[in-house]
């Protein structure tokens, strides 16, 4: 598995979870269609880090909202920036231009007309957020 399709299937996982209280191993296992021999170790640590990591978070997505609230925010767009602020803040060996642009990607797969440029908006804010500290 890709990094791209390690991306892709931790958005699942974390839109189910936020759908769904479960184990997020069973999230994991839904989205690799029930084969757990297919997992990915950058796959589990994305999701187990965006998961350990949620409040930290959460509370960047919020700081780099415009009259937004996290909450209003589609699940599938809270699910990609969840995976995008954890990459961005915790996996530093992964350029933060490489993470947007994923992002991006993902939103225009899964998102809605203008959630690619919402992500972009808000992820743009967070690398700015990020290179100041």
Do not use: C
């Not at 997020?24 to 757990?36: F, M, S, T």
């Not at 930290?56 to 995976?83: F, H, M, P, S, Y």
């Amino acid at each position: 598995m890709n990094r791209r399709e390690a991306r892709e299937k931790a958005l699942q996982a974390l839109f189910q979870l936020d759908i769904n209280e479960q184990n997020p191993q069973d999230a994991i296992i839904h989205v690799l269609n029930e084969d757990a021999e297919k997992t990915d170790q950058f796959l589990e640590q994305l999701v187990y880090g965006a998961i350990e990591h949620k409040e930290e978070v959460d509370q960047i997505i919020k700081n780099n909202l415009e009259n937004w609230t996290i909450d209003r925010i589609g699940k599938i767009d809270r699910a990609i920036l969840r995976v995008a602020v954890y990459e961005m803040v915790h996996e530093r060996t992964i350029p933060t231009n490489v993470s947007i642009n994923e992002a991006i990607e993902l939103a225009k797969i899964y998102g809605d007309d203008d959630s690619s440029k919402f992500i972009n908006s808000v992820l743009s804010k967070v690398k700015d957020q990020l290179a100041l500290e």
